[in-house]
């Protein structure tokens, strides 16, 4: 369990220097206003205890799970009210769970309603890991007849098409080409 002190020496270590490597304990006392590195090593003690610093290859780390959004162990319901219960599960990063640092990891915004049923809407941002094939009911980004679209994949007896998840429109049976270029792995929706 961390003090005060020592959270807030993270909280700053996490703001200056994010993913980064760590600097020398010289220059982190000198930017967080320590006169001695020595109390910056004593931190990096308890940090390196409670698994927050990671040292690699003998450069420090913050450990990358420190990073975005608190996830609480308990749920809310979306139906009637109920008392939720308190507890903090872990730190949830789109960076860390959706490798979004990965160069064959990418995201684009979504035009039209043909994927509503799939949970997709206009204006949901996907993210596509590249690929060049799909499996059955994977959702694809497809180069199809000289165009992409976003479609469930489907084949079934030596045939493939598109599944739009939205009744509105019709299935997709390429007339010449048809091209995976990802399977999404995930959407973000801002209200």
Do not use: C
Not at 44 to 56: M, W
Request: zero cysteines; glycine letters at 8%.
């Amino acid at each position: 369990m961390l003090s005060e002190k020592q959270k807030n020496f993270f909280e700053n270590l996490k703001k200056l220097y994010g993913k980064e490597p760590l600097p020398s304990f010289e220059k982190i006392a000198q930017e967080l206003g320590f006169r001695h590195k020595n109390s910056v090593w004593q931190y990096f003690n308890k940090l390196k205890e409670e698994d927050l610093v990671r040292e690699k290859n003998g450069r420090f780390f913050i450990n990358p799970e420190s990073f975005g959004a608190i996830l609480f162990s308990s749920t809310v319901k979306a139906g009637f009210a109920s008392l939720a219960e308190e507890g903090i599960e872990k730190r949830v990063s789109l960076d860390y769970d959706f490798d979004l640092d990965n160069p064959s990891i990418f995201m684009f915004k979504v035009s039209g309603d043909s994927m509503v049923n799939a949970g997709i809407f206009e204006g949901d941002t996907v993210i596509i890991k590249k690929t060049a094939s799909a499996k059955d009911g994977d959702i694809v980004l497809a180069y199809i007849d000289g165009g992409y679209t976003l479609k469930t994949y489907r084949q079934k007896n030596g045939k493939i098409w598109l599944q739009p998840e939205n009744s509105s429109y019709p299935i997709i049976t390429p007339k010449e080409s048809l091209s995976i270029f990802g399977v999404a792995t995930g959407i973000v929706r801002k209200f």
